[in-house]
T-cell receptor, first 112, second 113 residues
Framework: DTGVSQNPRHKITKRGQNVTFRCDPI?????LYWYRQTLGQGPEFLTY????????KSRLLSDRFSAERPKGSFSTLEIQRTEQGDSAMYLC??????????FGEGSRLTVL | GESVGLHLPTLSVQEGDNSIINCAYS??????FIWYKQESGKGPQFIID?????DKRQGQRVTVLLNKTVKHLSLQIAATQPGDSAVYFC????????????FGSGTQLTVLP
């Protein structure tokens, strides 16, 4: 257990539905990252927060994706109108400054 | 190793032997590199890192080698154990990119009894 908590761990949904994932980082960590990982591939960067500010977004993050970190602590990643191509593991990671990046166990999304 | 499509490169070693996992990175501007271990159903776990001003760094049973001339990174695991079986990813940090990592495609290490 790295101290980064994600839920739900698994989500199965029908195409077109909205889903939301939550990440609770290690409490003193000011930087929070979301990555997406598909089978057989390395994690791909989605977005990054420093405290409550979203400082960088990947081109992978289409308009259907939105992430928030309202109080600079936990973060949510919402996917609207899910598509089958959204099926993946969504990983959250946190770090303090330039320190080690700690990953959560991930939230696995299956879109039917 | 490098992946092609969805197929992870694989490496099988006998328990007790040394393992060498290779990675080619793409961006000569990258100045920080990390090796991660990922077990099935879990998130990536930090193993060891190295900065671009170094060419070798040692940890407990692990050594990372960096060759900036050919943009190559390797992870050496000494006396490989069954618990080392996992997918190993290298990651590079791109300077000026808000400090986010870019991961390679991974190598599946299997330790044989």
């Amino acid at each position: 257990d790295t101290g980064v908590s994600q839920n739900p761990r698994h989500k199965i949904t029908k195409r077109g539905q909205n889903v939301t994932f939550r990440c609770d980082p290690i409490s003193e960590h000011n930087r929070l990252y979301w990555y997406r990982q598909t089978l057989g591939q390395g994690p791909e960067f989605l977005t990054y927060f420093q405290n409550e500010a979203q400082l960088e977004k990947s081109r992978l993050l289409s308009d259907r994706f939105s992430a928030e970190r309202p109080k600079g602590s936990f973060s949510t990643l919402e996917i609207q109108r899910t598509e089958q191509g959204d099926s993946a593991m969504y990983l959250c990671a946190s770090r303090m400054g330039a320190g080690e990046l700690f990953f959560g166990e991930g939230s696995r999304l299956t879109v039917l | 190793g490098e992946s092609v499509g969805l197929h992870l490169p694989t490496l099988s070693v006998q328990e007790g032997d040394n393992s060498i996992i290779n990675c080619a990175y793409s961006n000569s501007a990258s100045d920080y590199f990390i090796w991660y271990k990922q077990e099935s159903g879990k998130g990536p776990q930090f193993i060891i890192d190295i900065r671009s001003n170094m060419d070798k760094r040692q940890g407990q049973r692990v050594t990372v080698l960096l060759n900036k001339t050919v943009k190559h990174l390797s992870l050496q695991i000494a006396a490989t154990q069954p618990g080392d079986s996992a997918v190993y990813f290298c990651a590079e940090l791109l300077s000026g990119s808000a400090r986010q990592l870019t991961f390679g495609s991974g190598t599946q290490l299997t330790v044989l009894p």
